[in-house]
């Protein structure tokens, strides 16, 4: 079933300590659409300026991704610049320009207006809102925020918040919309405000699930990073993790809450694989069959009861090491 | 099958933010011990002082727990006093008084010699070799630590680690330890050491597992904390999980790669309950039925494929609130 993404479409300028690229393919919009069009169709809202590099509209039309609502106006496209440390952790705002992105209406065009899951990205949450007035009932929307709104337009985001069936956050937007300190209460608080379920993501340390259920194991599912030996770029995981999640619901149509719990994995996976390349370069030669094959080692460093894992008793060791103290 | 559990007991005063408690039972060898004793037998190797309350004593002996091995000596008990902040992250240690335990030789009873599993506790890893020199071959043996050990005793502990099975662990530990900064390269640096498993804990970011293994997910098992409304008292979590954890192992003798990660998730479970009482309260009455039941809701907030969890679809809400901002 057909994804349609709202939000930013950007050149980002990225410095980590494996390397830099310039004006590369970036944006919440982009990588969304990108992960997501590993699974389904994907129909993306947004602008970009004459600026805007051909080869970049080539990459995701070869992804099938519909670009009818992508507007295309003389000036420059939204750009960005960050760095990241060492340990990879929050990242250092080098600069952002709005430019054309500043004067952004979203324009749903006719052919999208009965897409069945609709994905509002970090934008301004009276853009959301005016998304949401011009399609017809999805069978699920969803939008992601961030820190600027929260603070800046606490109103309208609120309002989109309570419309949407699935807010997805990250934890320090949770505690911070909520001002809690406990993550669980900040989730209780905006599920208070009427959507069904809401998406903790938690970078390194993996995401949250929170619906309505009767106990904690049947409203939380908590779900760990997939462990990866190096990260090379972390833009954009949050966002290809929202696109995975989205494309593997509306690939499979599960809405269950298996089969959402699934699909927070599947973002998961997908957004380990962003993680180690700059920009979408990762993502670009990636088949369902290499994310399939992620998903098993997955399953195996995350399940217990009963455990996928080659049987095989740990204690076996090479010769040689199974000494003691009181033996050598 | 027997536990030897070596370590510390003690007197403990502690404040957190929902009250505090003098001198109650504390020490890891308390914590383990009464923890391990809801699974199987259990022996303690300790000193405590005369001023150590008879009904301490009674409580331990109550849970069947041999204390042949606690030595009993004129003077006083080790004691420990530490205050939590409001999130219950780091504890600020008020007073530490080693008392007897500043002279302590662990001496292991001919009765306990062939325990088949044996945890030593963090204590000296001087003294943990001395134990692992008074023993027969057990099936299985294990260590904590702590940082004081890892900057004072390296050499000793280094020693010690190659020579266990299974290295117990916390984040910050491993890290200090490998003077690295990414934990599966910590991970990575204590396993070469020669025990055949790690297992890091990460307080309320739940536990990890290292064993050999061919690919991410054979190698690394990640289990999150079971969420919990509110903590009570950190205190004893992490000797509580090892306890829980070992205590699983020796009931049902599964050394398997599954068993083993099904050890750190009863480990889980019984640290969730350590921490909503003080002291060893919350463990007192508590039985394997209980565990059993908080098991099947953990594994409900982890699994996910399958999903042991009820069916039913996520988006189904109350009445009246699937509005959307076009149709209202």
């Known amino acids: ?40 169709r994907v129909r993306m809202v947004g602008v970009v300026g004459t600026d805007f590099p051909e080869q970049y509209l080539d990459l995701l039309r070869s992804r099938d991704i519909d ?24 990242v250092e705002t080098l600069d952002t320009r709005l430019n054309l992105f500043s004067d952004f209406h979203p324009v749903v065009p006719e052919s999208y207006r009965e897409s069945p899951f609709l994905f509002l990205a970090n934008i301004d949450p ?27 337009k606490r109103a309208s985001l609120t309002r989109a918040m309570s419309l949407v069936d699935l807010v997805v956050l990250n934890e320090t937007e949770v505690l911070m919309y909520s001002s809690r300190s406990r993550l669980i209460d900040g989730a209780e608080a905006i ?39 190096a990260v090379t770029d972390p833009t954009g995981a949050g966002d290809t993790f929202a696109g995975g999640m989205m494309g593997y619901l509306a690939r499979t149509g599960d809405l269950s809450v298996s089969g959402m719990r699934r699909a927070l994995v599947y973002g998961t996976i997908v957004a380990s694989f962003t993680v180690q390349g700059f920009s979408v370069d990762a993502l670009r030669n990636l088949t369902l ?16 009861d009963p455990s996928p894992c080659p049987a095989g008793d740990w204690l076996e060791r090479p010769l040689g090491r199974n000494t003691r103290a009181g033996t050598n």
């Open 1 to 40: 079933m057909a994804i349609m993404v709202v939000g930013s479409v950007a050149l980002d300028s990225v410095q980590t300590p494996h390397g830099s690229r310039e004006a590369s393919l970036g944006g919440a919009c982009t990588y969304f659409a990108t992960a997501a069009s590993l699974f389904d």
């Open 67 to 90: 670009l009818a609502g992508l507007q295309i106006l003389p000036g420059e496209t939204f750009s960005w610049s960050g760095r990241y440390g060492v340990d990879m952790g929050d």
């Open 126 to 152: 009276d853009l959301q809102l005016e998304v949401l007035s011009q399609v017809e009932r999805p069978r699920l929307t969803a939008l992601d925020s961030m820190d600027f709104w929260i603070t800046g």
């Open 191 to 229: 599920l208070d405000l009427g959507p069904a379920a809401l998406v903790i993501k938690r970078g390194s340390e993996g995401s949250m699930l929170v619906t309505r259920g009767n106990s904690i194991g049947e409203r939380y599912f908590v779900t760990p990073a997939y462990l990866l030996p």
């Open 289 to 304: 069959d290499d994310i399939a094959a992620r998903y098993r080692d997955y399953r195996c460093m995350t399940l217990y």
